[in-house]
T-cell receptor, first 111, second 113 residues
Framework: KQEVTQIPAALSVPEGENLVLNCSFT??????LQWFRQDPGKGLTSLLL?????REQTSGRLNASLDKSSGRSTLYIAASQPGDSATYLC??????????FGTGTRLKVLA | EAQVTQNPRYLITVTGKKLTVTCSQN?????MSWYRQDPGLGLRQIYY???????DKGDVPEGYKVSRKEKRNFPLILESPSPNQTSLYFC????????????FGDGTRLSIL
């Protein structure tokens, strides 16, 4: 059974720091992995999607990597800003349209 | 504007009173899905639909029904709501390919008393 874990559950950093958020999954047979951002009272905003055959994706200050063999993905945020404060979720697509989400990392960037 | 729209956004109701949460998308997506989000448990998939008239169970389908009669709409039906269905519900849609991201609505907060 696929399980997705995100550690740490919460993280506070000063503005300007580079940081890494972690996502681990137990079954390497995945279709793709997607990173989301969730702001309080809002839905999920898609940040990056990495297909099973890819190793990384980049968008602006964000870079996501995927290592299927070790069951890990990381989301790298460069030069963090207070506006980056949110909960970050990863979701694994098991194929056949079934998704498993991690419980998220709550990030606070201090000005 | 491309979006997934859920209604209502908030609902307080009582045990046993049937309710429907609507979801509509304007992006011509084939795939749609419902999730519930609970503290400490994250998002869990309730039902999903690959296209019109094609639906399947996710991980927590008990107590819920869905239908997909039109491509744009995917309502979630609680025939006899119970307090354990109090949760934050999200609808999502996508084109369904391996490189297609899911797009989410803003959520519906349900409280069943």
């Amino acid at each position: 059974k696929q399980e997705v874990t995100q550690i740490p559950a919460a993280l506070s950093v000063p503005e300007g720091e580079n940081l890494v958020l972690n996502c681990s999954f137990t079954d390497s047979a995945i279709y793709n992995l997607q990173w989301f951002r969730q702001d309080p009272g809002k839905g999920l905003t898609s940040l990056l999607l990495i297909q099973s055959s890819q190793r990384e994706q980049t968008s602006g200050r964000l870079n996501a990597s995927l290592d299927k063999s070790s069951g890990r993905s990381t989301l790298y945020i460069a030069a963090s800003q207070p506006g980056d404060s949110a909960t970050y979720l990863c979701a694994v697509n098991r194929g056949t349209y079934k998704y498993i989400f991690g419980t998220g990392t709550r990030l606070k960037v201090l000005a | 504007e491309a979006q997934v729209t859920q209604n209502p956004r908030y609902l307080i109701t009582v045990t046993g009173k049937k309710l429907t949460v609507t979801c509509s998308q304007n992006m011509n997506h084939e795939y749609m899905s419902w999730y519930r989000q609970d503290p400490g448990l994250g998002l869990r998939q309730i039902y999903y639909s690959m296209n019109v008239e094609v639906t399947d169970k996710g991980d927590v389908p008990e107590g819920y029904k869905v239908s997909r009669k039109e491509k744009r709409n995917f309502p979630l039906i609680l025939e006899s709501p119970s307090p354990n269905q109090t949760s934050l519900y999200f609808c999502a849609s996508s084109f369904g390919g391996s490189n297609q991201p899911q797009h989410f609505g803003d959520g519906t907060r349900l409280s069943i008393l």
